[in-house]
């Protein structure tokens, strides 16, 4: 590659290349009216170091983070890692999985520090409406949290619109976090970005310093030339998993199951509560019976036992495949 032979591959900032995060700041301007500096970027090996990052930087031992359930479950980890409490908020099907902030208002403490907040969501690809994200905001002031936006499945919409965080919440409480894998499919090059408060940006660039020192070089030059693709080239890609969303959702449905249709992302939630198994043991027995493999629902939280994940980031024959052998699987059961 060109910029390899250029000598690109050096040590780089903590913070990430300036060319890099200029145009990620061009980006968010031209896409979103966001006015954002190079200044206020770091770019990260990934969108989920961002996350560890964040947790590192702004908690002391036993503060607690107001996370989503079902949820990533990385981020649960995460924060008990860095000697944080993960408290969970239930996104439950009988409120169309959309949080109850009366709930989330019981459960906070002195000691609650952060929301994170995840729209498109994984594992639901539930898509938070405007007022959503307005409470969101408003909690966040009446509590004085800061907030996380993980914004990694940004691109991926199908119902509805989706509203980043930025909108609504002060700059001086927002970490928005965003990833290239996604976006762009560049999963195996590790690369993500997220924009920060600038008084917690020195702190957050120590951190990141002690942990990898640098995003690869490589990588980064890499994420540039990804921002210079073509918007339609995503368009594309995010149409072809629209048409996976719409297969695998109507499949499954046909066959008799109960499926939550997602606003975004690339995942299906699909119930399987009707068969009284544990989730895993139906991952599990699927995949030995039918050679299909989907995620079990309690890997995501304690409220998502009796539920599957299902990916749709794959051919449309392998999903209409996929969809085939699940139905057959449930024929058997």
């Not at 199908?158 to 980043?164: A, D, K």
């Not at 640098?214 to 693709?229: F, N, P, R, V, Y």
């Not at 995620?295 to 980031?313: K, L, M, N, Y």
Request: some cysteine; proline content about 5%.
């Amino acid at each position: 590659m060109e910029f390899y032979e250029k000598g690109d591959i050096k040590y780089t900032p903590t913070v990430g290349i300036h060319s890099l995060r200029a145009k990620i700041a061009q980006k968010l301007l031209n896409e979103k009216n966001w006015e954002v500096g190079a200044d206020d970027v770091i770019i990260l090996p990934g969108s989920l170091f961002g996350t560890v990052v964040a947790f590192r930087t702004v908690l002391e031992p036993g503060d607690e983070v107001l996370v989503p359930d079902p949820g990533f479950t990385n981020h649960f980890s995460q924060v008990e890692l860095t000697g944080g409490k993960a408290k969970r908020y239930f996104l439950l099907a009988e409120n169309n999985y959309l949080p109850d902030f009366d709930a989330i208002r019981k459960s906070i403490t002195p000691r609650t520090k952060m929301i994170l907040v995840n729209t498109p969501s994984n594992p639901l690809g539930v898509v938070f409406p405007e007022e959503v994200m307005k409470s969101f905001s408003n909690l966040a002031e009446e509590y004085n949290l800061i907030v996380i936006s993980d914004e990694a499945y940004e691109k991926y919409i199908y119902q509805g619109q989706h509203f980043g965080m930025y909108r609504y919440v002060r700059p001086e409480r927002l970490i928005s976090i965003f990833s290239f894998s996604k976006t762009y499919a560049l999963t195996g090059w590790r690369v993500g970005y997220m924009v920060v408060p600038k008084d917690l940006l020195v702190h957050l660039m120590k951190v990141a310093e002690y942990y990898i020192a640098c995003t690869s070089h490589l990588s980064q030059k890499a994420a540039e030339i990804a921002l210079d693709m073509p918007e339609s080239e995503i368009q594309t890609m995010v149409e072809s998993y629209r048409e996976n969303c719409e297969l695998c959702c109507s499949g499954l449905e046909a066959a008799g199951f109960k499926v939550f249709h997602p606003g975004g992302g690339y995942y299906v939630w699909v119930d399987i509560r009707e068969f009284g198994m544990k989730s895993l043991d139906f991952c599990k027995t699927l995949l030995r019976e039918n050679k299909v493999a989907v995620a079990p629902g309690d890997t995501f939280g304690q409220s998502s036992e009796g539920f599957i994940r299902v990916s749709i980031c794959r051919k449309k024959l392998e999903v209409e495949e996929g969809v085939r052998r699940i139905a057959a699987f449930r024929r058997k059961l």
